[in-house]
């Protein structure tokens, strides 16, 4: 493994600087950019799109997905590990020694990424989305039963609203907690890691590239890149595939022993319901599909959730203008989610990379090693 690229110039303080970067490490490592436009623009007024961009060919036996911005304004992140691995001219060359081509997705949820939220234009939780909404969703009845105090009426929320999260915990225990307000809920729009009702934009967009790049594959790896979870800086290597015992142990031949898991209960994430990924095994039946999410640590997980409940009572009430008030809020949520600090940084591309050369080494191996 090999970044020698100056770390710092990887990442961007907006969506639009990370998308200018994008497309300029692509181009200077020769690759095309195919664009997918956005409905809308983003918060300075500029075009929003899913930019897409492969090393390797059509062709290719084995392809690798690196995407970023699933949720959003963790796009920070993601985006500046897929500026250094454009940017790594060895990772290029084990890549095509491997023959295994590689597939950057930059910015899945652009809109989320342009105006610091972890949600869609619809206010959807992307990693939720992916349902057959033609059938029953998932209920949720923790979060249904603490909806107004997850999502008050007055921020900061009252000492009501606090007590009936800590009587709730006290009852069935932390994780408990973090699963109804996590898990993934369905009735509740104005709320907190909502699935929606309809396939997102986001949704729609990703299984056309998909269609286009990962049909014709027979061994499919995926790194999708979070932040929010665990301690500052580390990236923990969470299991992101069905509870498949050869997938598991295929994901731990690549990445090491310490890729956890939302079956076993070892993950950081609660189990969660309407997970992305999902759409591999069914998008690319074709593969054999191994993949996890690298998700970086920033700030401790009671302030992770408290910076998004925030945020989603200030997107409740457009009434509140340039205000002291907003301003914190959205300073506490961009915090949560981007630690702005080279040691930071350092340690999200040096891990995001060696996982990288780690799935080339993986899908370069014989096939159901």
Known sequence: MSITTDIDRCFASTYAEARQKFLAAADAAGLDVHSHPHPLVGRDGEALAMDVA?????DAA???????????????CGSGVQNAL???????????????????????????????????HENVDLNRNWHDFSRPLPENPGYDELAG??????????????????????????????TAISGGQYNHPQGIFYGGRNPTWSQQTLRHVLAEHATRC???????????????????????????????????????????????????????????????????????????ALEYGTVPLGEMLESLRGAQWLENHPEV????????????????????????????????AEAAWQAVQGLAATPGK
């Open 149 to 178: 105090y997850i999502v008050p009426e007055t921020w900061p929320p009252s000492a009501d609203a606090q007590a009936a999260l800590e009587a709730y915990a006290r009852q069935h225990g932390e994780r408990a907690l973090q």
């Open 62 to 76: 084995s392809l690798l997905i690196v995407s970023s911005a699933c949720h959003g304004i963790e796009g920070y």
């Open 86 to 120: 454009l940017a790594d001219g060895a990772f290029a060359r084990r890549a095509a020694e491997a023959g295994v081509a590689v597939l950057y997705i930059h910015a899945l949820n652009p809109w989320g990424f342009s105006f610091n939220r972890r949600t869609t």
């Open 218 to 292: 027979s061994r499919l790896g995926w790194i999708d890149l979070h932040t929010g979870l665990g301690p500052s800086g580390h990236g923990e290597r969470i299991f992101a595939c069905r509870n498949d015992a050869a997938a598991l142990a295929r994901a731990r031949a690549w990445w090491g022993d310490a890729v956890t898991s939302i079956y076993d209960g070892s993950s950081s994430s609660s189990p969660l319901v309407g997970l992305m990924w999902s759409v591999a095994d069914e998008a690319c039946a074709q593969a054999e599909y191994t993949g996890i």
């Open 321 to 352: 203008g340039d205000t002291p008030q907003r301003h914190e809020i959205e300073r506490r949520m961009r915090a949560a989610f981007y630690t702005e600090t080279p040691a930071w940084k350092q340690r999200i591309v040096e891990q995001g």
């Open 54 to 58: 492969r090393a390797g060919p059509a």
